[in-house]
Every structure is written in C-alpha cells, then in structure tokens.
C-alpha cells in the first residue's frame, strides 16, 4: 500500500503520545481494513493507542493492492523516527508492506524491515454508547482551532514543570456561555474562555448552570487536529471524554479531584471607567516581550539564580538579569500608565507569556503581590487570562 509520509508521520506521532501501556511501551496498533466503498480501489488504515488509560484511534485512506487485511503492533518509536529521517531523501510517498512477521518500508533508494510486535491484552478503544451510559451525558460543540490553541495555553502552566505541579491537570468548566479553561500549579493561573454550545443530551436543551470536570489538557493538546472553521465534538460523561474532530477518536479518563475556584482570583476590572485594583498598567506587544524574555533566558540558563528584574514605568522600561555572573539588561517599549514600579520574577514561571498573544496588558499592584496580565488583543475582554506570582 502507498502512503504519504508527512500525513503518517502526523498522525503516528500523535498516537504514539499516549502508546504507554504496560510492558507495550510505544507499541501501536494497525488495523489494515478493506475499502467498503466499491468504486474506490484501496484500503482503511486505522492506528490506535492507549496507555490504559487514555486513548486515540485515527483512520487514513490508502492506495495498493495489499490483501493482508487485519490487525498488527508495531514500535512507533522505532517507524516514526525512519520515517522523519527520510526527509533527508526527499521521500513524499512510501510503500508499505504487510506480513505475519515484518512491516517493510520502501522508497526508492531504501528498503528496511520493521519486526512485528507480539503483544497480549492490548486495551480497546472505549465504545461510545451513549445510550448505554448512566447518568448525565452532554456534548459541546465548538472551534478546533481554538480548542487546540487554548488547551496548549493551560498546559504550559504544568507542563514543562520546573517544580512538581500541585494540580496536573485542567478543570472545564461548562456554562450556557461556553467554556472556561483553568490550570495551576500553585504559582500561576491561566484562564481561557471560549464560545461553545453545551447541550444535555437527555434533554435536548442548553445546560441551566455549570458543568465541571477535570481532564489531562496536554494529551489532549497533543491529539487534536487543529483545523480552522471546523468544529469538533466533545461527548462528557461521569467518568469519561469522548472527542470526535474531522480525522480522530480520543478517550479521556476524566479525573477524579476537586479543583479549588482559582478563577475566582483573577479580577474582571472595568478598564474603559477605570475602575481597576491596580496601581500600574503595562500594555505590550507579546512578540516584544518574548523576544526579550529568550535573550534574558539564554544568559541565565546555567545560573541557579534565574531571577529577572522588571522595572515599569512611563519614562522608560527595561528587564535585567542582575543575580547572574552574564548580566544582560533590555530596554522595552509599551505604553504604562500609573506608578512605575520594580518587580522580580523567576524567568521560567514566565514562559505561560509565549502563548501566541498579539498584545498584552499587565497589571501590578505592589512588588510582593500577584501580577495579573490579560489578553488585550481578543475584541472580547478578559477572554484569556494568567497570574504570575513575583519572587523578592
């Protein structure tokens, strides 16, 4: 069977994600299926993985006349890799070849064998029947693009973690209004809202209140296919999320705990009456800052002490690493409006700031006290949202 190697690649990586099951780490599972559409010469390929836990099932078409239709594991790792490595052979399709023993894979130039994996009690994608699941069920409908970018943004507050994150996972919250996304791990806060349709399936109607579960966002980051303008579908139950976009299946455990209103900490403040609890107002481009955070970084990287110093104010602002034996110091732009003010920061907690945002508002009270910074570029207002607390 012929395959593209950029679309493989893709969506073997992202089934490898969660291939972690037991003594079967990075094994992954194709199930080679016949084409039912007649007038289609080809086949289904399906790759599926679990880690027992969580799991993902993706389906390709491809081309050929392969006859070995059935079930094999192979070593993701091992395949993945080879075929990344091929790009140096500007290879765009490959043959695959299928038998009890071996999965062959041929260009033009290369040929290499990949053994079959035996593996024993494989997990299975959970079914999703609705009908048969007790309690209630809803489903949300709503933007993968969207969905992809903010789940990416609550993940970077636990993932990487310089410390062990106090709370690994992110709590949804579903409302008639859509949804409201917030990690922590005990020093930041980040906070997504976005537009969604809840709607309990028993009913039929829209949810009259709140919705909460929690789930691991950065697997699920990891597995959704973001593609502008489509929706995807998120089926919610006691114990488990089904998510169903234009190319995969993902079934999420959700996760049993109870997750402390840390969105409650972020103030919605009236900024057009200027009514705010601040004392200063820092609005600045997000590639400005980013930019001076990674040369910051990069002269700190090898020190222990990684504290930055921010020093706001109308006449003019600059950031300095002023612990480290390289000290670097940057001046910045923006527009602040208040008292200047000097605050400390260790510079990894701050990388929640790379998230993409066009424009941000960063707003202080005292040096000692949390910073709260908003998304000033979304025409909504308090649509995303972050806490960073400063070190003295």
Not at 375 to 384: A, L
Request: charged share 30%; proline share 3%.
């Amino acid at each position: 069977m012929r395959v593209k190697r950029e679309i493989l690649i893709d969506k073997m990586s992202k089934v490898s994600s969660v291939a972690n099951y037991k003594d079967a780490k990075g094994i992954i599972r194709f199930d080679l299926l016949e084409e039912n559409d007649e007038t289609n010469i080809g086949f289904n390929l399906r790759i599926f993985a679990s880690d027992g836990i969580n799991a993902v099932m993706t389906t390709m078409k491809v081309e050929g006349k392969e006859d070995r239709v059935g079930t094999y594991y192979i070593d993701s790792r091992k395949v993945t890799n080879y075929l990344k490595n091929l790009g140096a052979f500007e290879v765009d399709e490959i043959d695959i070849m299928l038998s009890d023993e071996k999965i062959s894979i041929l260009t033009g130039k290369t040929m290499f064998d990949f053994p079959i994996e035996v593996v024993e009690d494989y997990p299975v994608m959970p079914a999703m029947d609705l009908d048969s699941i007790e309690g209630e069920k809803y489903v949300v409908t709503c933007d993968s693009m969207t969905l992809h970018r903010k789940m990416m943004n609550t993940a970077k507050t636990i993932y990487p973690s310089y410390d062990k994150p106090i709370l690994q996972y992110t709590n949804i919250i579903c409302t008639q209004d859509g949804l409201d996304l917030v990690s922590s791990d005990g020093f930041r806060i980040t906070r997504m809202l976005m537009d969604a349709e809840v709607i309990n399936l028993k009913t039929k109607q829209p949810i009259p209140g709140e919705i909460v579960t929690n789930i691991n966002s950065m697997v699920l980051a990891r597995l959704l296919t973001p593609i502008s303008g489509v929706e995807v579908s998120i089926f919610i139950t006691d114990d488990l999320i089904y998510v169903v976009d234009s190319e995969s299946a993902i079934s999420l455990k959700t996760i049993k705990a109870e997750f402390p209103k840390v969105r409650d900490i972020i103030p919605k403040a009236d900024f057009k009456s200027n009514q705010v609890p601040f004392k200063t107002i820092w609005t600045i481009e997000g590639k400005e800052i980013n930019n001076s955070l990674s040369l910051l970084k990069a002269v700190v990287i090898n020190e222990k002490n990684k504290r930055v110093k921010f020093n706001i104010n109308s006449e003019g602002s600059f950031i300095e690493s002023d612990q480290s034996k390289d000290k670097g110091k940057i001046t910045i732009g923006g527009e602040v409006i208040g008292e200047g003010i000097d605050v400390n920061f260790d510079i990894n907690k701050l990388d929640v700031l790379n998230n993409g945002i066009e424009k941000l508002r960063i707003c202080f009270t005292e040096a000692n006290k949390p910073v709260i910074i908003y998304d000033y570029s979304e025409t909504k207002e308090f649509t995303n949202s972050f806490l960073i607390m400063p070190i003295l």
